[in-house]
């Protein structure tokens, strides 16, 4: 009786206890980003709803958020900064609906802006495959090398 | 023992084991080491001192691990070079030692893919990010000496300097990549295979010469059931349907703006082959995620006399295919 009920026991632990969600090996540091922490989050809360009292001043503070979640670097970070824009931009809809439309106009164009190529290089495929077969042969001379010196190091 | 207990027992055993549960991820088995497992620690430290070295230049093309340093002996106001990899590679770029002045007007600009007269490389539509995040800006980015790396097998670096001797190192790395989509090829000679495993994403690959295309193997849906009837003729449309494969030709590096030469949606066994006279020849599989797809080629340069004619009098500008 009580190694049924000692088995039955160990089932339920071995069944509830946290084992680890993800069974892949795991990545490698860089790749981790670093989580928001919390009180930030809720200091940005507070800074938009103290700013929601002031006229003007709550709408200009709007597009600079806005811009800085688009050009931030962490996901995570722009992540937590767009859900507390989403509870600023649901409290401006409410308000002021017009003057909404006008910055999300605003943030599309800058947007567009920054898709535009800056950049490019006017190269014509000829020119470019001559300096693929140069790179190409550096690299099977480095092979050859790096071979050589494998050799050596057996040979010792 | 009783039945009452052996099932008991069963049952707890079944129990345990509920918490192993299947778990897949792409276990690389290629040891990078190969064959240095066989040396010693102090033998494999001397080998691993040599890294390769070598000045940047203003245009330029990588295609090897090492250090790339640029030194500015005058302004260089429109620099590039361009990084390849292999095609189960991707690439990994850091900036060190870098001495530019940015608000003189000085940058370092790495982008995702390669970009040619205008036109980028893996297209819009076939990259999985939006086009300003493609572009990292060393002057803009709040880390210093950040890491980059590619989506694909190809990367390239823009940098402007005004000053003499400013400079900057860059450190190119190779990293596997088990599932390799949109890559560029090295050379105009050779074959590959290109698997999707139920992933919605259409990949490219494409080689910057005019080239024989010979599809050797087309398996489009479950590897078991290859019985599909075809239901299109070679050569005629086929975007009804969710997965296949083109071939494109055309003279820029963007897949988007290329001509359409062949569309294949029924698997094959036999041989197709094509040659497109075009600056770049491009295998396209589209696949709508509900399949494993597999596409197996070959590739040969066209000589000179083998390209195909062009038409006459012709209006197109598009290059002759055949």
């Given at each position: 009786?009580?190694?049924?009920?000692?088995?039955?026991?160990?089932?339920?632990?071995?069944?509830?206890?946290?084992?680890?969600?993800?069974?892949?090996?795991?990545?490698?540091?860089?790749?981790?980003?670093?989580?928001?922490?919390?009180?930030?989050?809720?200091h940005l809360g507070e800074e938009f709803s103290l700013r929601l009292g002031g006229g003007v001043g709550s709408s200009s503070a709007a597009p600079a958020l806005l811009s800085s979640s688009t050009t931030s670097s962490s996901s995570s970070s722009s992540s937590a900064v767009n859900?507390?824009?989403?509870?600023?931009?649901?409290?401006?809809?409410?308000?002021?609906?017009?003057?909404?439309?006008?910055?999300?106009?605003?943030?599309?164009?800058?947007?567009?802006?920054?898709?535009?190529?800056?950049?490019?290089?006017?190269?014509?495929?000829?020119?470019?495959?001559?300096?693929?077969?140069?790179?190409?042969?550096?690299?099977?001379?480095?092979?050859?090398?790096?071979?050589?010196?494998?050799?050596?190091?057996?040979?010792? | 023992?009783?039945?009452?207990?052996?099932?008991?027992?069963?049952?707890?055993?079944?129990?345990?084991?509920?918490?192993?549960?299947?778990?897949?991820?792409?276990?690389?088995?290629?040891?990078?080491?190969?064959?240095?497992?066989?040396?010693?620690?102090?033998?494999?430290?001397?080998?691993?001192?040599?890294?390769?070295?070598?000045?940047?230049?203003?245009?330029?093309?990588?295609?090897?691990?090492?250090?790339?340093?640029?030194?500015?002996?005058?302004?260089?106001?429109?620099?590039?070079?361009?990084?390849?990899?292999?095609?189960?590679?991707?690439?990994?770029?850091?900036?060190?030692?870098?001495?530019?002045?940015?608000?003189?007007?000085?940058?370092?600009?790495?982008?995702?893919?390669?970009?040619?007269?205008?036109?980028?490389?893996?297209?819009?539509?076939?990259?999985?990010?939006?086009?300003?995040?493609?572009?990292?800006?060393?002057?803009?980015?709040?880390?210093?000496?950040?890491?980059?790396?590619?989506?694909?097998?190809?990367?390239?670096?823009?940098?402007?300097?005004?000053?003499?001797?400013?400079?900057?190192?860059?450190?190119?790395?190779?990293?596997?990549?088990?599932?390799?989509?949109?890559?560029?090829?090295?050379?105009?000679?050779?074959?590959?295979?290109?698997?999707?495993?139920?992933?919605?994403?259409?990949?490219?690959?494409?080689?910057?010469?005019?080239?024989?295309?010979?599809?050797?193997?087309?398996?489009?849906?479950?590897?078991?059931?290859?019985?599909?009837?075809?239901?299109?003729?070679?050569?005629?449309?086929?975007?009804?349907?969710?997965?296949?494969?083109?071939?494109?030709?055309?003279?820029?590096?963007?897949?988007?703006?290329?001509?359409?030469?062949?569309?294949?949606?029924?698997?094959?066994?036999?041989?197709?082959?094509?040659?497109?006279?075009?600056?770049?020849?491009?295998?396209?599989?589209?696949?709508?995620?509900?399949?494993?797809?597999?596409?197996?080629?070959?590739?040969?340069?066209?000589?000179?006399?083998?390209?195909?004619?062009?038409?006459?009098?012709?209006?197109?500008?598009?290059?002759?295919?055949?």
């Amino acid at each position: 009786m009580k190694l049924n009920v000692l088995m039955w026991l160990a089932a339920l632990l071995a069944v509830f206890l946290p084992h680890p969600a993800d069974c892949r090996p795991d990545d490698a540091p860089a790749s981790r980003r670093p989580l928001l922490p919390r009180p930030l989050l809720l200091h940005l809360g507070e800074e938009f709803s103290l700013r929601l009292g002031g006229g003007v001043g709550s709408s200009s503070a709007a597009p600079a958020l806005l811009s800085s979640s688009t050009t931030s670097s962490s996901s995570s970070s722009s992540s937590a900064v767009n859900r507390a824009l989403l509870q600023l931009t649901q409290r401006l809809l409410q308000a002021r609906a017009e003057q909404q439309e006008e910055e999300e106009g605003e943030e599309e164009e800058k947007g567009k802006r920054s898709d535009e190529p800056p950049i490019s290089l006017d190269l014509t495929f000829h020119l470019l495959r001559e300096v693929l077969e140069m790179a190409r042969a550096e690299q099977i001379a480095q092979q050859a090398d790096s071979n050589r010196r494998m050799m050596d190091a057996f040979g010792k | 023992m009783s039945v009452a207990l052996r099932t008991q027992l069963f049952l707890f055993l079944i129990s345990l084991s509920s918490r192993m549960g299947l778990s897949r991820y792409i276990e690389d088995n290629e040891a990078s080491d190969g064959l240095y497992s066989l040396l010693t620690l102090d033998q494999k430290r001397e080998s691993e001192d040599f890294i390769f070295r070598r000045p940047l230049r203003c245009l330029d093309m990588l295609a090897t691990d090492g250090y790339f340093t640029f030194v500015a002996s005058q302004p260089q106001l429109a620099c590039a070079a361009f990084i390849i990899a292999e095609p189960s590679e991707v690439i990994s770029l850091e900036l060190s030692d870098v001495n530019i002045d940015c608000s003189a007007g000085d940058f370092i600009k790495v982008f995702d893919g390669w970009v040619l007269k205008g036109e980028k490389f893996p297209s819009r539509q076939d990259h999985q990010l939006p086009l300003h995040q493609r572009y990292t800006d060393y002057c803009s980015s709040t880390a210093p000496g950040a890491t980059s790396r590619s989506s694909q097998n190809v990367a390239m670096i823009f940098f402007r300097i005004h000053s003499p001797d400013s400079g900057f190192t860059l450190a190119v790395k190779k990293l596997h990549n088990p599932f390799p989509c949109n890559i560029m090829s090295q050379s105009p000679e050779g074959s590959f295979t290109m698997v999707m495993p139920h992933q919605r994403r259409n990949c490219s690959f494409s080689i910057i010469y005019p080239v024989e295309i010979r599809l050797t193997e087309l398996s489009l849906g479950q590897a078991k059931s290859n019985e599909l009837s075809p239901q299109r003729q070679v050569w005629s449309g086929c975007s009804g349907s969710g997965d296949y494969v083109e071939l494109l030709g055309g003279n820029g590096v963007d897949t988007s703006k290329m001509f359409p030469v062949a569309d294949l949606c029924f698997s094959l066994s036999g041989l197709a082959q094509m040659k497109i006279g075009c600056d770049n020849s491009v295998v396209r599989l589209v696949s709508s995620g509900n399949y494993i797809n597999r596409v197996s080629f070959q590739y040969r340069l066209l000589e000179h006399h083998e390209l195909p004619k062009t038409r006459e009098n012709s209006l197109d500008n598009f290059c002759a295919v055949e």
